[in-house]
């Protein structure tokens, strides 16, 4: 009994030696927009990801997903209003968990994404709105149609991420589409015209 009141002690004494270590450490991003670094950055796709939603025969909100999302990032803390954005958005990535349904979208009925296998975003326009947000004004081209579009920008924090040991800033994003605008009209309205859509992006800066 001893020996195993000894052994546990050590191993609470080890877990708050290691809990320590990681409060020490904290977080790398810093939420401050000041202390972000300009210059060009490119968007890295493994912790960027573009969530919708619609309303299902309103009934329930439906949810999918896109990855594999590249682009670029031009900030200027300093001055907000030159900061752009160039997103592209593979359109055969979208995932709503249902395999029957990912093809459905990805057909002509829907999104077509054989004829139409990338959606673009470029920015025209940033305005600050906030200490940390800004309205992102600029061109949606999906499905063959370009609409302009405003998302509502935060920053989430900047900082050399320990992994990967680049300098990142993340943000993140709303805006509300309407995809008959986009020429997709499938089921409208049993199946929700709206569709909320929900960005996190990562940025790395170029080497």
């Known amino acids: 009994m001893r020996h195993f009141l000894k052994f546990a002690g050590t191993m609470l004494m080890l877990g708050m030696v290691a809990s320590g270590a990681s409060i020490a450490q904290g977080v790398p991003g810093n939420p401050a927009v000041t202390s972000a670094k300009a210059g060009v950055y490119s968007v890295e796709p493994h912790h960027t990801r573009v969530q919708f939603s619609v309303s299902h025969m309103g009934f329930t909100d439906w949810y999918g997903d896109f990855t594999g999302i590249s682009g670029s990032l031009t900030l200027d803390p300093a001055h907000i209003d030159a900061s752009k954005v160039d997103i592209s958005i593979p359109v055969t990535s979208i995932s709503t968990t249902n395999t029957v349904l990912d093809g459905e979208l990805r057909s002509p009925a829907w999104f077509d994404a054989a004829q139409f296998p990338t959606m673009h975003f470029v920015s025209n326009n940033v305005v600050r ?79």
């Open 129 to 207: 709105t906030g200490e940390r947000t800004a309205h992102i004004m600029g061109t949606l081209t999906f499905h063959g149609v370009s609409h302009p579009v405003t998302l509502e920008a935060s920053f989430v924090g900047g900082g050399v991420n320990p992994m990967s040991k680049g300098y990142t800033v993340g943000f993140n994003a709303t805006t509300t589409l309407h995809r008959s605008d986009f020429g997709v009209k499938t089921y409208v309205p049993m199946i929700g015209n709206a569709v909320d859509v929900r960005i996190s992006a990562a940025f790395e800066a170029a080497h």
